[in-house]
T-cell receptor, first 112, second 113 residues
Framework: GDSVTQMEGPVTLSEEAFLTINCTYT??????LFWYVQYPGEGLQLLLK?????DKGSNKGFEATYRKETTSFHLEKGSVQVSDSAVYFC???????????FGKGITLSVRP | NAGVTQTPKFQVLKTGQSMTLQCAQD?????MSWYRQDPGMGLRLIHY???????DQGEVPNGYNVSRSTTEDFPLRLLSAAPSQTSVYFC????????????FGQGTRLTVV
């Protein structure tokens, strides 16, 4: 079945450091890929998405590129801020009425 | 802009009690779903619905019931609460479609003692 694997956490970085969070997936066909973010005490919200191979999703300085050859969708940001501290989830959707399949999430803490 | 509204935000139940978690959305989304979030487990799908009158089971449906009598509402019922159901519950909705965004409620933190 479909699955998403995220790197183990938590991750702690200093402000202005470079961020990479790895995400790989297994799915049949051509899924859409998503990154969701959960700030403390809140629900999840979409950070960015990509719907076909080689697409790059971007938002708030974060980027991720849909790599079909490596089945990956790694999240990057060039300079993190304290306000980026949150839990980040990689997810895929394999069909129009399919469920979202989530990775386990990773907690990012950014210290001043 | 209500979006997805979940009630209550917090709840404590005794083992064996029943309750209903409410979820309502005002975006006319066809697809609605319930997840539970547990430490180290990510989000796991409990039940979902692709439209009014249609529901189906997700990964962890045991101990939960759902119904979808209207497009807007998708309540989750705990039939006889158990400590293993202590979790944070999220309701989500979206349009049908491969690349559509899911909108999440704020969550319900449930503790079963």
């Amino acid at each position: 079945g479909d699955s998403v694997t995220q790197m183990e956490g938590p991750v702690t970085l200093s402000e202005e450091a470079f961020l990479t969070i790895n995400c790989t997936y297994t799915a049949t066909g051509y899924p859409s890929l998503f990154w969701y973010v959960q700030y403390p005490g809140e629900g999840l919200q979409l950070l960015l998405k990509a719907t076909k191979a080689d697409d790059k999703g971007s938002n708030k300085g974060f980027e991720a590129t849909y790599r079909k050859e490596t089945t990956s969708f790694h999240l990057e940001k060039g300079s993190v801020q304290v306000s980026d501290s949150a839990v980040y989830f990689c997810a895929l959707k394999a069909g129009a009425n399919s469920k979202l399949t989530f990775g386990k999430g990773i907690t990012l803490s950014v210290r001043p | 802009n209500a979006g997805v509204t979940q009630t209550p935000k917090f709840q404590v139940l005794k083992t064996g009690q029943s309750m209903t978690l409410q979820c309502a959305q005002d975006m006319n989304h066809e697809y609605m779903s319930w997840y539970r979030q547990d430490p180290g487990m990510g989000l796991r799908l409990i039940h979902y619905s692709v439209g009014a009158g249609i529901t189906d089971q997700g990964e962890v449906p045991n101990g939960y019931n759902v119904s979808r009598s209207t497009t807007e509402d998708f309540p989750l019922r705990l039939l006889s609460a158990a400590p293993s159901q202590t979790s944070v519950y999220f309701c989500a909705s979206s349009y049908s479609g491969l690349g559509t965004e899911a909108f999440f409620g704020q969550g319900t933190r449930l503790t079963v003692v």
